[in-house]
């Protein structure tokens, strides 16, 4: 079973719609939760940080599930900016600079 | 801030020959950087961590003789591919920690594509 778990996608959706991507990972230390971007080529850029009590910056909302395992992303009123592959990231206790990635999940925003 | 280079960027190789890609941080000093590996619509693989001063630690399954790993100062280091072969062609990444930064938040570089023929 892989540690970090993501549905490759892709995601297809209208500009403006509402998108939620999942991810589940494995490891119960998991200690610290990110949701990473990377566009076709390029190398991948922190878009945000994930924590139990939910976060929110401007249309993206992340969630942690500590229960379940679980990590979500959120963005409302896309963009076709927004296109890109979305990372789901977690370090494990006790290793705290290693950053395990999942193979992420593809979103293509049209008009 | 917290900018982090890599050259060369693309790279076109000989089988055998051997290859070296340079991660900088440029406007930070970086104890600890991160080497990774990413095959097309696959994840990044992390392949060993550099630490300055001191030897690489290699992730499990990468030959550290194959991936030399250099980290000679706290905003270089280097990673060579020593007789390459076209199973090695991959995207590199770097990426790097601010020294004194805790936490899991990583910067990266752009990345070097090698392909070797």
């Known amino acids: 079973r892989k540690e970090v778990e993501q549905d490759p996608g892709p995601f297809n959706v209208p500009e403006g719609a509402t998108v939620a991507f999942n991810c589940t990972y494995s490891?119960?230390?998991?200690?610290?939760f990110f949701w990473y971007r990377q566009d076709c080529r390029k190398e991948p850029k922190l878009l945000m940080s994930v924590y139990s009590s939910g976060n929110e910056d401007g249309r993206f909302t992340a969630q942690l599930n500590r229960a379940s395992q679980y990590i979500s992303l959120l963005i409302r009123d896309s963009k076709l900016s927004d296109s890109a592959t979305y990372l789901c990231v977690v370090t494990i206790t006790g290793t705290a600079s290693k950053l395990t990635f999942g193979t992420g999940t593809r979103l293509q925003v049209t008009l | 801030g917290a900018v982090v280079s890599q050259h060369p960027s693309w790279v076109i190789c000989k089988s055998g020959t051997s290859v070296k890609i340079e991660c900088r941080s440029l406007?930070?000093?970086?104890?600890?950087m991160f080497w990774y590996r990413q095959f097309p619509k696959q994840s990044l693989m992390l392949m060993a961590t550099s630490n300055e001063g001191s030897k690489a630690t290699y992730e499990q399954g990468v030959e550290k003789d194959k991936f030399l790993i250099n980290h000679a100062s706290l905003t270089l280091s280097t990673l060579t591919v020593t007789s390459a072969h076209p199973e090695d062609s991959s995207f590199y990444i770097c990426?790097?920690?601010?020294?004194?930064?805790?936490?899991?938040?990583?910067?990266f570089g752009p990345g070097t594509r090698l392909t070797v023929t």
């Open positions: 990426s790097a920690r601010v020294k004194g930064q805790g936490g899991g938040e990583q910067y």
């Open positions: 490891n119960s230390a998991s200690q610290s």
């Open positions: 406007d930070f000093q970086a104890t600890t």
